[in-house]
């Protein structure tokens, strides 16, 4: 019964490829249903028509792919002024390199993605540590999937971190079909 | 129909204040009651009767005060262990000093609480920006109230600034409410 | 002795404004020059001839001007690739609305233009409260001045303001000096 | 020519043995000496006695050891008041789980206590990717090193992730000993 809106940007295929396993979880839930946009194509119209959004991004220099942050700025920005998105689903997942160990800026990144979705007045739906699939590719925040060898090399993502992607759709799915009809902010028409 | 556990530290009482506001906006919501419990007092066993948890803290050099973060450290990683926390509601609010207009740090302090929240698995309820009384003290993540003067003195949590705290409660009471029952991640049992 | 690179974004006209503060400050340190680029025309060689970066934009949605990212993820990543600004000074700037008193997600903007920095390699200058001009627009990772009313419009940075920007451009300044011929890490070339 | 102060907590004996590497990176510059202190033992006459501060914590459900939050508030606010350690120099480091490859919340972590650095005005010394031994243990705000196994289970901080522990304590200790007499900052005395 809930339509998610996946906007993503990728450049060697990984997050796209992310973007289709948490498309495939939304997917799972009775009734509801994934669009997947790429962030340059996504309109005010697919967020208008959504009960949750789904950001997805490769971190460069520890923030958001600038496509991302353009979508941000442009589409959802107009639906925030207007205040169409309060009490609606929101969610975050990301790729990015696996140099260091310790996520390269992934944190931060999934932040500020998670500040358009706070500013929209969205519920986020985080990810529990004990979600099937969580020690291949998860963060508190959303999932993560290393896409590059330690030498920094593409290497894409394996399919065994895709499992946590699709456990997440799934569950903002779950919380968006939730909020559909409910109010939880005094702001929201009644 | 909800429990709502608001865990908070203060020094000079503007928290405290603030914890009551946000404790009035909770109990303005059919069936819902709220527990108000200093950092140092909470325990495991009022977290896990709680349906939702909302965290406040003054600010001290940028991040959350101490007997907060030792509640975090103490209680909430032992209902984390267990899981019991998943799918119930969250939220944070703050107060601070006024000196140099931007908040002086709120964010990032707010972003440690509810990495908590996040890390416990609880959903996240922001604050929007259509608020009433957001102008006064709202921030996208929860309400920050200005309790000193800009010479740094305090001067406490003036009571125009209480009207978002109180609607913060309300609107967590609510998410709160709304969660009991339902299950949003596969990890709960059914 | 040290040239700074201003980069920044503007939309109304404040951050420009905020630029020039910051080049006025750099002019005041003995022997240091500012240059000032918009997001989308800086170049790679502004960069590699740059003993100091500051990055300046407006707060949209929480997070920085898609167009100083998009500056961060085409050239400053090449700079990072070849390592050419590590040991080198950074610091950063913002404006934005005054809505809700608290800063509007400026602090986590700030925090992905400094990851950007310390991606980079470059040494951090924050901004103490005892600067002058700290009350009127300041926040400890750099200035931020408000340019909206409470109600959103746009009013512009008023002159207040911007003694705190200037300080700023001098206290980096004084930084890339200092740094230019010095040898902090050891991946530098000696 | 500079001492430095690393204040740390640990749980297992992981931060103190990366606390231990720190310090002996720090030995390694001519002239620098290190004092270890406990973050529960630490002073301000430490702090005051310091040419510049490193900061070491575990992660705890995202944020960092209440032990180091109870320092920071007690001892380095009282600094913080006087603008005693305005200029001088400031790192981080941390250890923590393995569990979901992505760090575990561990740059929100280093966030916070840098926020107190920023605060102090700390120069921040961040960590180029080029560091020897970036790829065991690296984030670009300092080291990260996994001291669990996927399991959750301890299982100590190996030998071939100190390397870049040592590195970070050698460039914090040539920055503080290159800021010591230097005057970036207006505000402090001359």
Chains 1, 2, 3, 4 share one sequence.
């Not at 669009?35 to 490769?58: F, N, V």
């Amino acid at each position: 019964m809930a339509n998610l809106l996946i906007v993503y940007a990728s450049d060697y295929g990984s997050t796209k490829k992310a973007a289709e396993a948490v498309a495939a979880g939304v997917a799972t839930v009775n009734g509801c249903t994934a669009t997947i946009r790429e962030a340059e194509k996504a309109t005010l119209d697919d967020l208008s028509a959504a009960d949750g959004l789904i950001l997805g991004s490769p971190t460069h220099m520890g923030s958001m792919d600038w496509r991302v942050k353009k979508f941000i700025d442009t589409v959802t920005a107009a639906a925030w002024m207007k205040g169409i998105f309060i009490g609606r689903a929101g969610g975050v997942f990301m790729t990015g390199g696996g140099y260091g160990g310790s996520g390269g800026g992934c944190e931060l990144t999934m932040l500020a993605m998670l500040n358009d979705l706070a500013e929209l007045g969205a519920l986020i739906v985080p990810l529990p540590n004990s979600t099937p699939g969580y020690a291949k590719a998860g963060l508190q925040w959303g999932p993560y999937g290393r896409s590059h060898a330690e030498d920094g090399k593409p290497i894409g993502l394996s399919d065994d971190k895709l499992e946590v992607f699709r456990h997440h759709g799934a569950n903002i799915a779950r919380a968006a079909a939730l909020l559909k009809g409910a109010r939880i902010f005094q702001t929201q028409g009644g």
